[in-house]
């Protein structure tokens, strides 16, 4: 990521790519439709250290440090001509491979932008369709856990050319493996739905301004019968999954049949400073008890103490690359480079497991929860591509009829992608 | 694929590539040998879906429908001076790594175009040796279960100048594992050898015709004393195996300490008409029972009805990429673009493994079988490097002494290779 | 390997790279800061054959003859200005994702020439820092299994302009698994630095001349209070491990809350010839009994009969890359070309396991041995990065208590590294 959108409008912060050439000799380039490949990927590593009181432990297990690799991703994007653009990238931590963006997309199909067919992100939340490469915290809010993540499936993307508006809607095979193999003759469908706008977009590189908003909506079928937003099994604090759940939960099996995400967005740019919010819900049609609804939201601010903006991708409808105004460089003497760029973020988040028909968790016990997540930190952009990441998060799970506990979770990454 | 054979004869259909420099700049270069570097892979997305009778689910099982990647192929290969070439690649579908084309080909030894030692496809059928990026169906016939292909050893290939003669021999490892490493005191060794010739070739692109025969010839000694040529456990239409089993034959063991393959080879190309035709057997000396010999046939032909002809690789002895003459561009008014290129695809195999001697099945049931299987289709190339492929199969299986039932297979493909 | 270090000496017998561009183009091409991206990779395919007596296999077990690969390694690696570089190369051997070096390089921060966050090699031994590109046999000496190869960690390089000295540190997590994730709140941690030295440097291409002399130090706490230096189960001759254990010491666990490494290293280049030598040993305070010590040690030689060298890194302390002088091409004609390079090489090595606190192997008998090892071979380089090893290596245990065994092993490689 960013994937390879042929029409797609620049980041604000980015410099100017070289001059189209002259149509004719752009045309007859695109009829001699050589594939053109592009590496990418990503390197996280990441320290997590976790302090708890004893009864914290006792009611959410021990959370164990963890040092290593949070994603360590390769890959390659590319097109042939202006039809076809591809990416094909997996992840490497964790000892096995697991596919992440793998998909074609057709870029010439007359009333649509884009057909994309493979495995990649079902079109959802802002934080969801945020590249990790440009997220604001080590880990995404925990209502992410009520969001789709990658699923094998086929989505078409619309856009206006003032491009202030995208559509989107696929059907998604829901629970895809991370081996990218879906196999079964089960109904485990989704159909995804996404709209996003920009009532405000001043793309001024001294004044930046925006304001996103948007909705999403997905109806869905469970793989065999059964609903899990908490999948953790133990306690890991440096989990490579694509959607990792939240450590502060009790894991629960849901029986269902069906069941429905809502997700509404929000976020702001001016200048230096950016807010964004969301709100996601799923409700679930129990097999044979009564309904579940469970529903979470954050508010998320950042401010860049250095004078750089958030970058924002119109095509993608999310948040995108810095560019760092004084990167770090070994000259001394040069006005130009600097420190790079320091960005201070913070963000509550909230999450409401607590719906009277939740089934009782793995253990038996009551998993109602009513989850909030406090993260304050930094972080130092070295540059455009390499960043140091500071969070520190107090994790407050309130369980139904238990006392709270506080867990403290400080982390550290040195991220870089390519 | 195509892997870098320096002395490569140009694929017909191909755009001819920049002029050679003049010999004494080559040989420069040639002496700086600095290794040439080139990304390769593939993306093979599909859906397959499985309609059987409730007795053809008694006597095969269920064939579940699957959705995902036949094929994530990722890797490079390059040469170093005009004396080596290598190529590693991997398959990442499937959660594991599975090695695919890994060798280093040495070629400066004088009386040898090329030495390869790695782990690559024993030189046999003509399906084998054709890339799946351009094979013409989803699947190769049902006989190639009865080739070896992928195994660790070392192959010498031979041919004129005029390319118009390919013969290879080669020893390797029989049922070298996936990972690559064939570990053990064991015998199991393989001598495979190919001979084909094209009696025929007139590379003119408007008229353009080739006759292709051939055979090829292997003595096998299997691992641990036993030959499965139907491994399949379950019945997965969406394997990633290097060489997939019949989803419609029963998994028999064979007792055996030595084995032979058998395979002859024709093909024809008339301009946008072309037939395929391949027989492959096996004899196998049993251990402790009589001998088994069991055999395959398939015939295939091909229309492309935009013109094109099926692309053909004189040093691999295989078909190749198709030039596609009006590619799918998103400029509706350039007359070089189109609508890519459209193949009209028919198949008619068979399978006799009713050889008497055959041993009872994994559950002690009668295994012998003989199969007919029926496919047509139709292949949308959008440009040389991508395409659709739309499959339907009837697969017919007769188990001696039990009657034969339908099971009807659809199946779907984007691929893209680069 | 070699990774990206921004002011890498070059090695002396590389052809010189393009003049650097004036300062001030630099400077401007550092700011854009672009990541540059190169492909690296490595294959290496082995047969290894083993032959023993019956008194042997009874003692260290039947040693299996191994064909394919040691290594299969794919990744890339590039720099971002010149305040970032970075290696991220994994493993695809053996099935599943093994980390290699994984590593994000701060080269832009006052008064250490560089800072690196990820896995990597600890600074340790000379073989050790040499990539397997570049070692002189098919495996390291015996006594590598007394080195800690990678883990995850951070440390800090350090050299004078001259590149005369080398010095690093680091902090780093004893026994990270090769999945690259160490979870546990443990504190299995270790601190190992290493200096180095070229108390003599020549490195005018017609009379090379270099000699190394250093050492390295390691305090370190073991995971889960048990250190295993032979943690091989079985007798693969073909381990994909970055460190595997000799398959002629029996597998021993010493449960230990601490242990220290030591490690001495010497080597001397004299234009053709060069002398490696190597003492490494290891300290372990054992958690219920008295301390354990154990030590080896290493002498090899190799001499080029065709004129070259060993290349030498001076901002890694290890030997590098060979510039072959008349590399293997096809032309016959062009005196340049030739037949590549001849190196003879032999080896003694030595390794005491005799340390009487020694606690019995895995079934209860005595673990103590005394290791002789010598290997000697030859290795023909087509080119600077490719070559075919030979080697033969008669290992003779001597374990306490009962007789020695000799068992001899062949080893043959083609590798090829990008």
């Known amino acids: 990521e960013p994937p390879p959108e042929p029409p797609a409008s620049p980041v604000a912060a980015r410099p100017p790519e070289a001059e189209d050439p002259p149509a004719a000799d752009r045309l007859a380039g695109l009829l001699d439709l050589k594939p053109t490949i592009q590496m990418r990927g990503r390197v996280e590593a990441d320290a997590v250290l976790a302090s708890q009181s004893e009864q ?161 909506f997905s109806q869905r079928v469970p793989p065999n019968g059964v609903i899990n937003f908490t999948p953790r099994t133990g ?39 950016s807010a964004q919010a969301e709100w996601s819900a799923a409700g679930v049609q129990q097999t044979d008890a009564g309904s579940v609804f469970v529903h979470g939201s954050y508010l998320a601010v950042s401010y860049f103490t250095t004078g750089e903006h958030r970058g924002y991708n119109r095509t993608r409808g999310s948040f995108d690359q810095v560019g760092v105004r004084r990167p770090l460089i070994r000259s001394r003497t040069d006005p130009r480079g600097g420190w790079g760029a320091v960005e201070l973020v913070a963000r509550f988040a909230y999450l409401d497991f607590t719906s009277p028909n939740l089934p009782p968790d793995a253990n038996g016990f009551p998993a109602a929860t009513r989850l909030y997540e406090f993260t304050t930190g930094a972080n130092w952009y070295l540059n455009s591509y390499t960043r140091v990441m500071l969070n520190y998060t107090a994790g407050i799970p309130y369980p139904v009829g238990a006392p709270s506990t506080v867990a403290h979770i400080f982390g550290v990454r040195y991220a870089l992608f390519f």
Not at 157 to 168: A, G, H, I, T
Not at 174 to 192: C, F, I, K, M, R
Not at 237 to 266: C, E, T
Request: hydrophobic letters at 40%; one cysteine or more; charged letters at 20%.
């Open 56 to 216: 914290s432990k006792a009611t959410l297990g021990d959370l164990m440090n963890g040092y290593g690799f949070r994603r360590v991703r390769l890959g390659a994007q590319g097109t042939v001509g202006d039809s076809t653009s591809w990416v094909s990238e997996v992840e490497l931590a964790g000892g096995n491979v697991r596919l992440r963006d793998v998909f074609v997309g057709l870029d010439a199909i007359p009333g649509v932008r884009q057909v994309r067919i493979g495995h990649f992100r079902e079109p959802y939340s802002l934080e969801g369709m945020t590249s990790s490469n440009f997220i604001t915290f080590l880990e995404r809010a925990p209502q992410n856990v009520l969001a789709p993540a990658r699923n094998w499936g086929v989505c078409g993307f619309w856009w206006p050319d003032d491009e202030r508006v995208l559509f989107s809607v696929g059907a998604f095979r829901d629970g895809t493996p991370s081996n990218g193999q879906s196999l079964g003759d089960d109904g485990n469908w989704a159909v995804t739905t996404r709209l996003t706008g920009l009532p405000v977009y001043e793309p001024d590189e001294d004044a930046f301004r925006l304001v996103h908003l948007g909705g999403a």
């Open 235 to 273: 306690s890991n604090l440096l989990s490579v999954d694509d959607n990792p759940g939240s450590p502060f939960l009790a894991p629960v099996d849901i029986p269902a049949n069906g069941y429905q995400l809502y997700n509404l967005q929000a976020a702001g740019v001016w200048g230096s400073f």
